[in-house]
């Protein structure tokens, strides 16, 4: 059993969206503020409604708020959760009443409608749960108790979640859901009456006679009974009575404490050992030592066939205090658990982890113009992005360029010249109106070469479920042929345009176009190439641009030449951009002006 469709209606940052989820490792990324967190407490109200402890509730605060229309009032939240049946037969049994058989295909189907009304001059949610196809169909509140969550909050706190005694004790929890434990090489269970004897034989100590523990008792009451003999109306003074707390398991492992040795058993030589406290160690020590703890649970309870029988993990931002190396190791560890029949949802901003993640499992949310839509890499058919598609672009996302699903809009360029170059020309140069492209959330993507069609696949798509909300810029160059003014490469690359995908060929090369677009760049590039070969003979007159490309041929070259004009750029206040890549920019940044895209909102 696991959840595979949620949709929320007027909760939040949402007016409505629909989500698909996988069985196993589900990864929700995008930019602040862009529904995650949202999503994963939507996911808390209705996994933990029917319990009896509860740690969110909805408020009126919870309500869709329609940023672009003052008028829109909304009085209704609603949640609707479609779970696959799998191939347990308790599933159907315990959840009868939830089977929904539209379509013809059988799922359980769990709705929740939180109505907001008023009662003279207060206001309350009037709740309306059921489960099938039909509202009023009533479900009974034993099957909820085997839906189970566990929750990790993007702050957590350590130290108060670990230390001995506080309020809700992470490690007095794992030792309370035990139910064996090994001996040697014996496995033993641990019933509730073994605990009950266990905490009696321990408690034993404090009530022997041969141990000091019942005398020091009595010398501590009996000071605080003389008191309040003397202080107090005679024969109505309270006469108390003093025991030691631990009568019950749950007493003892409250008190146990969390503490990493400083040094290794084979250090010690014959020396006591030392520990550092958890106040001691870093943030980030602190989370996976935490994490680990709450995580430790999770797998008991998951072993235990006797427990639930649908279990998740709601993660957000693992990443939190952790550096990328870290990340990657904790990130592979979670997705390891889904193997214990868990369903895992993740929020993230980090590239780390999105590069790290089965595209499969990725689930960008976007926001334009306070518009989000959701953009599934598990909802794209092989027409739409095949196995060639997948491979390729898992191979070119590194923790750069998976940068592009956080962003506004993305630019891809094929080398490094115009990774460096296009920046510059568009916060200085670009006439009317400059942009910082940083500022703008825009990101420029180099991809090393000009396969530039898995990237596009992503925005092109006629479905606006399809791809992605922000909008693309592609530049390329177009190579021109003596019998062809774009070469076939650069005209199949203009066929990928369309939707949320412009094209923009270069009439030549970048450096060729840049070079002849006017008298005022020809000098200055001509004076930033004299600089780097000041003892070439035919640099020292005029050249032109066909010269400047000649001496250009390598990579290498290129990209010691376009760092050393952007570094020229910085300096001066006067170049002229060419059309195309102006273009291209004023496209990927109108996105963030209009309300043309709607996406699946």
């Given at each position: 059993?696991?959840?595979?469709?949620?949709?929320?209606k007027?909760?939040?940052?949402?007016?409505?969206?629909?989500?698909?989820?996988?069985?196993?490792?589900?990864?929700?990324?995008?930019?602040?503020?862009?529904?995650?967190?949202?999503?994963?407490?939507?996911?808390?109200?209705?996994?933990?409604y029917?319990?009896?402890?509860?740690?969110?509730?909805?408020?009126?605060?919870?309500?869709?708020?329609?940023?672009?229309?003052p008028?829109?009032?909304?009085?209704?939240?609603?949640?609707?959760?479609?779970?696959?049946?799998?191939?347990?037969?308790m599933?159907?049994?315990?959840?009868?009443?939830?089977?929904?058989?539209?379509?013809?295909?059988e799922?359980?189907?769990?709705?929740?409608?939180?109505?907001?009304?008023?009662?003279?001059?207060?206001?309350?949610?009037?709740?309306?749960?059921?489960?099938?196809?039909?509202?009023?169909?009533?479900?009974?509140?034993?099957?909820?108790?085997?839906?189970?969550?566990?929750?990790?909050?993007?702050?957590?706190?350590?130290?108060?979640?670990?230390k001995?005694?506080?309020?809700?004790?992470?490690?007095?929890?794992?030792?309370?859901?035990?139910?064996?434990?090994?001996k040697?090489e014996?496995?033993?269970?641990?019933?509730?009456?073994?605990?009950?004897?266990?905490?009696?034989?321990?408690?034993?100590?404090?009530?022997?006679?041969?141990?000091?523990?019942?005398?020091?008792?009595?010398?501590?009451?009996?000071?605080?009974?003389?008191?309040?003999?003397?202080?107090?109306?005679?024969?109505?003074?309270?006469?108390?009575?003093?025991?030691?707390?631990?009568?019950?398991?749950?007493?003892?492992?409250?008190?146990i404490?969390?503490?990493?040795?400083?040094?290794?058993?084979?250090?010690?030589?014959?020396?006591?050992?030392?520990?550092?406290?958890?106040?001691?160690?870093?943030?980030?020590?602190?989370?996976?030592i935490?994490?680990?703890?709450?995580?430790?649970?999770?797998?008991?309870?998951?072993?235990?066939?006797?427990?639930?029988?649908?279990?998740?993990?709601?993660?957000?931002?693992?990443?939190?205090?952790?550096?990328?190396?870290?990340?990657?190791?904790?990130?592979?560890?979670?997705?390891?658990?889904?193997?214990?029949?868990?369903?895992?949802?993740?929020?993230?901003?980090?590239?780390?982890?999105?590069?790290?993640?089965?595209?499969?499992?990725?689930?960008?949310?976007?926001?334009?113009?306070?518009?989000?839509?959701?953009?599934?890499?598990?909802?794209?058919?092989?027409?739409?992005?095949?196995?060639?598609?997948?491979?390729?672009?898992?191979?070119?996302?590194?923790?750069?360029?998976?940068?592009?699903?956080?962003?506004?809009?993305?630019?891809?360029?094929?080398?490094?010249?115009?990774?460096?170059?296009?920046?510059?020309?568009?916060?200085?140069?670009?006439?009317?109106?400059?942009?910082?492209?940083?500022?703008?959330?825009?990101?420029?993507?180099?991809?090393?070469?000009?396969?530039?069609?898995?990237?596009?696949?992503?925005?092109?798509?006629?479905?606006?479920?399809?791809?992605?909300?922000?909008?693309?810029?592609?530049?390329t160059?177009?190579?021109?042929?003596?019998?062809?003014?774009?070469?076939?490469?650069?005209?199949?690359?203009?066929?990928?345009?369309?939707?949320?995908?412009?094209?923009?060929?270069?009439?030549?090369?970048?450096?060729?176009?840049?070079?002849?677009?006017?008298?005022?760049?020809?000098?200055?590039?001509?004076?930033?190439?004299?600089?780097?070969?000041?003892?070439?003979?035919?640099?020292?007159?005029?050249?032109?641009?066909?010269?400047?490309?000649?001496?250009?041929?390598?990579?290498r070259d290129?990209?010691?030449?376009?760092?050393?004009?952007?570094?020229?750029?910085?300096?001066?206040?006067?170049?002229?951009?060419?059309?195309?890549?102006?273009?291209?920019?004023?496209?990927?940044?109108?996105?963030?002006?209009?309300?043309?895209?709607?996406?699946?909102?």
């Amino acid at each position: 059993m696991y959840l595979s469709r949620l949709c929320i209606k007027n909760f939040r940052t949402f007016k409505f969206i629909e989500l698909d989820f996988n069985s196993g490792v589900n990864i929700l990324i995008g930019e602040n503020n862009s529904g995650k967190s949202a999503i994963i407490d939507a996911l808390r109200i209705c996994f933990g409604y029917g319990k009896s402890e509860k740690d969110i509730h909805i408020k009126e605060s919870d309500l869709y708020i329609n940023q672009n229309n003052p008028l829109e009032k909304n009085r209704e939240i609603r949640f609707d959760l479609i779970f696959e049946i799998g191939n347990n037969p308790m599933v159907r049994e315990c959840f009868y009443d939830f089977i929904s058989l539209k379509d013809n295909k059988e799922t359980i189907q769990f709705h929740l409608k939180f109505e907001l009304e008023d009662r003279g001059k207060r206001k309350y949610f009037n709740r309306t749960v059921w489960g099938g196809d039909n509202e009023g169909q009533s479900i009974p509140y034993e099957a909820l108790q085997e839906i189970f969550y566990t929750y990790l909050s993007p702050l957590r706190d350590a130290i108060s979640g670990l230390k001995p005694y506080s309020y809700d004790n992470k490690t007095s929890q794992l030792y309370n859901q035990l139910t064996k434990f090994n001996k040697g090489e014996d496995e033993i269970e641990l019933t509730e009456k073994l605990k009950d004897e266990l905490a009696k034989d321990l408690y034993s100590i404090f009530e022997n006679n041969a141990k000091d523990w019942v005398f020091i008792l009595n010398e501590g009451q009996q000071k605080v009974n003389e008191h309040l003999e003397g202080t107090g109306i005679k024969k109505k003074y309270p006469d108390i009575d003093m025991n030691y707390v631990g009568r019950k398991f749950s007493d003892i492992v409250r008190g146990i404490e969390l503490k990493r040795p400083v040094f290794k058993p084979e250090k010690l030589n014959g020396c006591e050992q030392q520990y550092f406290m958890l106040h001691q160690n870093g943030l980030g020590e602190n989370n996976l030592i935490y994490t680990s703890v709450i995580l430790g649970d999770l797998i008991n309870r998951s072993e235990d066939t006797g427990l639930e029988l649908y279990n998740a993990l709601l993660v957000e931002e693992p990443e939190a205090h952790l550096h990328p190396q870290y990340q990657n190791t904790f990130f592979s560890y979670l997705n390891e658990l889904e193997k214990r029949g868990l369903q895992i949802f993740i929020t993230s901003h980090s590239p780390t982890i999105t590069a790290k993640a089965d595209l499969k499992n990725i689930t960008v949310l976007q926001k334009q113009n306070n518009n989000i839509a959701a953009f599934a890499f598990s909802k794209l058919t092989d027409t739409d992005f095949n196995e060639k598609n997948h491979r390729h672009l898992k191979k070119f996302l590194d923790t750069t360029k998976s940068q592009m699903f956080f962003a506004s809009g993305t630019i891809l360029v094929e080398g490094v010249a115009e990774a460096l170059l296009i920046p510059e020309l568009a916060k200085k140069f670009l006439k009317p109106k400059i942009y910082d492209l940083e500022k703008e959330g825009i990101e420029l993507v180099n991809i090393g070469g000009v396969a530039f069609e898995h990237f596009a696949k992503l925005f092109n798509n006629k479905d606006a479920k399809k791809r992605l909300l922000s909008k693309c810029a592609i530049i390329t160059d177009s190579d021109p042929e003596k019998d062809k003014p774009v070469s076939d490469r650069a005209a199949k690359a203009k066929k990928l345009e369309g939707n949320n995908l412009v094209v923009r060929l270069a009439p030549n090369t970048l450096e060729h176009d840049l070079f002849d677009k006017s008298t005022t760049n020809k000098k200055i590039m001509q004076e930033v190439y004299r600089t780097m070969h000041k003892d070439t003979e035919e640099l020292k007159g005029d050249f032109d641009s066909n010269t400047l490309m000649c001496k250009l041929k390598s990579n290498r070259d290129k990209g010691d030449f376009a760092l050393n004009l952007a570094d020229k750029l910085k300096t001066i206040s006067e170049f002229d951009v060419p059309d195309y890549i102006k273009e291209a920019i004023e496209f990927v940044v109108s996105a963030n002006k209009d309300d043309s895209q709607k996406a699946n909102i």
